[in-house]
């Protein structure tokens, strides 16, 4: 499965951004679990949030707890990151990943932050956050 993301940019301490990341057609995105992670130069790659294939399990860095939201509409074969209050220390590339496909999903807490777990990532959408 292809995946595309979008809604980057440069913004200010305390604004907010919506990031998407778009599934190619042709899969069942409904079977994958997506996971958005980040990097900063020099940094190795982050979990950020994890959302489960039937959008009902969710889970945070604890960086972003109560600051971020994640969530997705099958239907559209997309998902989102959520980014609201955003701070300096958010700046990085923001990628999405898919574990799947997932027939029956065991959902792990650890696996879905683990970057190994996920088989297919987009290309990432630069986020920048100025003081």
């Known amino acids: 499965v292809q995946l595309v993301e979008s809604g980057g940019g440069l913004v200010q301490a305390g604004d907010s951004l919506r990031l998407s990341c778009a599934a190619s057609?042709?899969?069942?995105?409904?079977?994958?679990?997506i996971g958005w992670f980040r990097q900063a130069p020099g940094k190795e790659r982050a979990f950020v949030a994890a959302?489960?294939?039937?959008?009902?399990?969710?889970i945070f860095a604890e960086s972003v707890k109560g600051r971020f939201t994640i969530s997705r509409d099958n239907n559209k074969d997309t998902a989102y990151l959520q980014m609201n209050n955003l701070k300096p220390e958010d700046t990085a590339k923001y990628y999405c990943?898919?574990?799947?496909?997932?027939?029956?999903?065991?959902?792990?807490?650890?696996?879905?932050?683990?970057?190994?777990?996920?088989?297919?990532w987009g290309q990432g959408t630069q986020v920048t956050v100025s003081s």
């Open positions: 990943a898919a574990d799947g496909p997932l027939y029956v999903e065991y959902w792990s807490s650890q696996e879905a932050q683990t970057v190994e777990e996920y088989d297919y």
């Open positions: 057609s042709g899969h069942t995105f409904s079977q994958y679990r």
């Open positions: 959302i489960s294939s039937d959008g009902v399990r969710t």
